[in-house]
């Protein structure tokens, strides 16, 4: 992730021109729209199912089954595109033609099930070896077809989308050989109904967070030039390491929160939310003080305009990041429709938000929109969550709070009367300190259940 999201970004701002990375954007865009809707949350079906179908000793049988189903959704998708894809294209993305970006969305999207299947499938075998080789090795190639096509070819953005199919297509290749004369012909019409079953309402998530996340980026394409919008990407994918960091660290704090007792769960939401909170917090705050430098190792001078945007994104993630201690409360007390109606309630904030504010205000409309209903779906699902119990002190979230907004006032200023080598020094200066600060916080709220 690393490498496809970040660190091929400086490549891709410099060897494509604004417009045409722009172009990639809204191909992105849309991928992921595409994505969602073929894949249909089957991926996820196979993270829970997978397990009880094993103790039958049914899991070729059932792998076999999801890859039938897929295939069906994939032939449907395929065919709709091909009679309305053109309209439909024209809809979303009315400044680029449907062709060529178009047939490279759909078959991004269709191929790229395959290898997300067969990680699926390594992690809940808990096959570590080759789950991670076969990352690295997919991120190597991606790095090679990416620098053949774009410095040596030198094809563009068409050049990037072929070299992003093609990795997809040798990482699909990993799936056959898991299946290698274990693929069952006939699916198993209980499996396909299980699985529709619990991917249903993942799809509905699905669809509701892209809605949350990126509607900006669809309604910004009617009002903006592509360059604006390669603007506003990119502040958009460099702001997304705060959303992918609290992913990574959620997932080292839910096995402790899920395996408490009833009795034990507050303190320890407590204990480790509270660190979560602070984690994030200074993440954020270190993106928001060296966010200039890192727009000027990230792409051309051209781009600098977008530190605003970058600063108001980052933002609107740490107040994602943050609704995940609520979702994992929720899923706790076992209330996962909870989490997907909050989720469902933001997208149509945000919805209506950028209608009313992008035409006025452009790229900081929609980051305003996108700030304001991420930050109406942390509220909801703290209300929601107090029934459970108080889990944190309304003056630890307020300190934190005046925290951060102390950063993003010392980052503005910081980034503009200031010379650069002063600047760099005093930054990391303040970023140590508030480390320190932070991590006394945590021994202080570790001492004391609640975190004082």
């Not at 012909?185 to 309402?201: F, G, R, T």
């Not at 320890?268 to 602070?278: D, F, R």
């Not at 600063?311 to 209330?335: D, G, H, P, Q, R």
Request: glycine share 6%.
């Amino acid at each position: 992730m690393a490498v496809s999201s970040f660190l091929l970004i400086p490549l891709y701002t410099r060897a494509l021109s604004q417009e045409e990375y722009g172009i990639y954007i809204i191909s992105k865009t849309n991928i992921d729209i595409f994505t969602y809707i073929v894949q249909f949350g089957l991926i996820s079906a196979v993270s829970r199912l997978y397990f009880d179908y094993k103790k039958r000793n049914e899991q070729y049988e059932y792998i076999s089954t999801v890859l039938i189903l897929f295939f069906a959704i994939a032939a449907v998708f395929s065919t709709t595109m091909f009679l309305y894809g053109d309209h439909l294209w024209s809809m979303i993305s009315p400044q680029i033609s449907p062709e060529p970006y178009l047939w490279f969305c759909v078959a991004i999207a269709i191929v790229s099930f395959f290898p997300s299947l067969s990680s699926i499938w390594f992690r809940v075998e808990e096959k570590a070896f080759p789950f991670i080789t076969i990352q690295i090795a997919t991120a190597l190639l991606l790095v090679a077809f990416v620098s053949i096509n774009m410095l040596y070819l030198k094809t563009g953005v068409v050049g990037l989308l072929r070299a992003i199919l093609l990795n997809s297509v040798c990482a699909s290749s990993v799936i056959v050989v898991l299946l290698w004369g274990k693929f069952r012909l006939k699916p198993k019409i209980s499996q396909v109904k299980a699985s529709l079953n619990y991917a249903l309402p993942i799809f509905a998530g699905y669809v509701a967070y892209f809605v949350l996340n990126r509607v900006g980026t669809v309604i910004l394409q009617r009002y903006v030039p592509i360059d604006k919008i390669a603007v506003y990407g990119l502040m958009q994918q460099l702001s997304m390491v705060v959303t992918i960091a609290g992913n990574s660290f959620g997932m080292a704090f839910q096995p402790a929160i899920y395996s408490c007792g009833p009795d034990r769960v507050e303190q320890q939401i407590a204990k480790t939310g509270g660190m979560y909170l602070l984690v994030m917090l200074f993440i954020s705050s270190a993106l928001v003080l060296f966010g200039s430098d890192i727009i000027w190792l990230a792409a051309p001078p051209k781009y600098a305009e977008g530190y605003v945007i970058f600063v108001i994104l980052v933002m609107a993630n740490l107040a994602y990041s943050i609704n995940m201690i609520n979702n994992t409360i929720l899923l706790y007390f076992k209330y996962p429709t909870l989490s997907v109606a909050i989720t469902t309630i933001g997208g149509m904030v945000a919805t209506a938000l950028s209608m009313a504010l992008v035409p006025t205000y452009n790229i900081y409309g929609a980051s305003l929109a996108s700030l304001t209903a991420f930050i109406c779906v942390l509220v909801m699902g703290f209300l929601l969550t107090r029934k459970f119990g108080s889990f944190f002190k309304m003056k630890f979230i307020m300190r934190l709070a005046v925290i951060m907004l102390a950063v993003v006032l010392v980052g503005m200023f910081m980034r503009t009367n200031v010379p650069h080598l002063i600047s760099l020094l005093v930054k990391t200066g303040l970023i140590t300190a508030l480390g320190y600060v932070l991590y006394s916080q945590y021994k202080k709220g570790d001492a004391s259940p609640g975190i004082a």
